[in-house]
C-alpha cells in the first residue's frame, strides 16, 4: 500500500484543493538525467511551460540544465530562479517584439525560430541595440508521435515550424540578414511520446536535414531534438521515473553527433510530471441513477488535462482502505467535462477523504485558470511541511 508515500496527518490541516510536490522523486529524476547525460555532448533544457513553480525551477538550475522558455514571461522567470542566460532557449510560433527585447537584452542563448516574417523581425530589433541574435531554426521534420492530436506538433500539418521545402527560401533570406547568427536546427514532434520509435523517425529525418544544410557548407553546432518523452499515468507507483537510458541511448545510437556537436533537449512532463498530486477532499458522494458520484473540490480549473485532452490520472482515497468502488470522480466547475474520471475503482468514499490525483505535476499547476473565480491551488513541498 503507497498511501505511505503521503503525510496524510499533515495533508488534514491544510485547506483543498492543493498541489503536492515530492521533492524526493524530482531529485532522483534530476539525478537519473544527470547520469544519462554527464558523459555525452547531451544539454537538457527543462521546458518551463510543464511547471514554472520557483521552487521546482530553482531545484531544476542547481542541476546544472538549461531552461526552453515559449514567453518573455517564462524567461524572466527562469532568469529568477537562477538559469543562467547562456542557458535559455526561447521558443515559440508567435514572439511579440516586447518578448523578443527581452531575449535580447537578457542574451539569451538562442531564438527558435519558426518563420522568415520572425526572423526578419529579430533581425531589425537585435540591428537597433547593435547586437546578433543566435538563432536555431524549427524545422517541421513531419514526423509521427503517435500520440493526443493536440499534442502532435511535427506533422505537416502543424502550426509550428518551417517546412523542409522552405528551408532554401529561408537560407537564402538569412544570408541578407546580418544581425543574425544561425547556431543550429530545432525539432519538437509532441508531447507523452512513449512509442520510441517516433524519435527514431525523427533522428532520420534530422540527419538527413542535417545533410543538407552541410552540402550548402553550414555546420550546425546544435541539434535541439525538443522534449516529448512520456511518463506512465496509469501505474505512478511501479513506474515513477521515464525511462531515460533508453531514451537517451536511443538519441546517441541513431543521432551520431557531429564530432563536437552539441544535442539539445527539451523536457519537461518527464522530469515534473510524476512528483506532483492533485491534493482534493471529498466534498459529497452523491448517488446517481446508475452510478455514484464522488464530487472532489479540486476541479479542471486546478488540472484541466483529463477535461481536455480526456487525459488519464491514476486516482487514490488516501483516507480510506474499505474496498473498492466504482465512482464517477467530478469537481464543482459549472462545465459538464469537469470530469477526472469515469467509473473508476477507489477506496469506497466518505464525505472528507482526501483524494490524489497522481502524475499532475506537468501542465498541472501550470495551466490553472481563475474560471469560476476560484483560487489557484497552493503549492506544497514534502521537504518543507
Ligand atoms: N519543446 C517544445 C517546443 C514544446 O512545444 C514542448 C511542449 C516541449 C518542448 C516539452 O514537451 P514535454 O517534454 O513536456 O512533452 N499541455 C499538454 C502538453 C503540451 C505540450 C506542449 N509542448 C498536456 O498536458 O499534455
Excluded at 545510437?253 to 515534473?272: A, C, D, N, T, W
Amino acid at each position: 500500500m503507497i498511501k505511505g508515500i503521503f503525510p496524510i496527518e499533515k495533508f488534514e490541516q491544510l485547506d483543498t484543493p492543493f498541489y503536492y510536490y515530492d521533492m524526493e522523486l524530482l531529485r532522483a529524476t534530476l539525478q537519473a538525467i544527470k547520469t544519462e547525460t554527464e558523459n555525452r555532448p547531451f544539454h537538457v533544457h527543462y521546458a518551463v511551460k510543464a511547471n514554472a513553480n520557483s521552487r521546482l525551477l530553482r531545484e531544476i538550475a542547481s542541476y546544472g540544465f538549461g531552461a526552453d522558455c515559449v514567453s518573455g514571461n517564462e524567461i524572466l522567470q527562469a532568469l529568477e530562479c537562477g538559469f543562467p542566460p547562456e542557458k535559455i532557449v526561447f521558443a515559440g510560433v508567435g514572439k511579440s517584439d516586447k518578448e523578443i527585447h527581452i531575449g535580447l537584452d537578457n542574451d539569451i542563448f538562442c531564438f527558435n525560430a519558426e518563420s522568415i516574417p520572425e526572423l526578419e523581425v529579430i533581425n531589425h530589433l537585435a540591428g537597433e541595440k547593435n547586437k546578433k541574435a543566435r538563432i536555431a531554426l524549427r524545422v517541421n521534420p513531419n514526423v509521427d508521435a503517435r500520440t493526443h492530436k493536440y499534442i502532435t506538433t511535427g506533422l505537416g500539418e502543424n502550426k509550428f515550424g518551417i517546412n523542409e521545402e522552405d528551408l532554401p527560401a529561408t537560407l537564402e533570406k538569412m544570408s541578407g540578414l546580418s544581425n543574425l547568427k544561425m547556431v543550429g536546427l530545432h525539432f519538437h514532434i509532441g508531447s507523452q511520446i512513449t512509442d520510441l520509435s517516433s524519435f527514431e523517425d525523427l533522428c532520420v529525418k534530422a540527419r538527413k536535414i542535417q545533410q543538407w544544410f552541410l552540402e550548402q557548407g553550414i555546420a550546425l553546432p546544435i541539434l535541439n531534438v525538443g522534449g516529448g518523452l512520456g511518463i506512465n499515468y496509469q501505474h505512478p507507483n511501479h513506474f515513477p521515473l521515464a525511462d531515460f537510458e533508453a531514451y537517451f541511448r536511443l538519441f546517441k545510437k541513431h543521432l551520431m553527433p557531429e564530432p563536437g556537436q552539441k544535442i539539445y533537449f527539451e523536457l519537461g512532463r518527464s522530469i515534473v510530471a510524476p512528483c506532483g498530486s492533485l491534493i482534493s477532499r471529498v466534498l459529497f458522494v452523491k448517488e446517481g441513477i446508475q452510478k455514484n458520484f464522488l464530487i472532489v473540490d479540486g476541479g479542471m480549473t486546478d488540472l484541466i488535462r483529463p477535461a481536455l485532452y480526456q487525459a488519464y490520472h491514476h486516482i487514490e482515497n488516501l483516507s480510506s482502505i474499505e474496498q473498492n468502488e466504482p465512482y464517477d470522480v467530478v469537481g464543482p466547475i459549472c462545465e459538464s467535462s469537469d470530469v477526472f474520471a469515469e467509473q473508476r475503482s477507489i477506496n469506497r468514499a466518505k464525505r472528507g477523504d482526501l483524494i490524489a490525483i497522481r502524475s499532475a505535476g506537468a501542465y498541472g499547476e501550470s495551466m490553472a485558470s481563475r474560471y469560476n473565480c476560484r483560487d489557484i491551488p497552493a503549492a506544497y513541498y514534502s521537504d518543507l511541511l
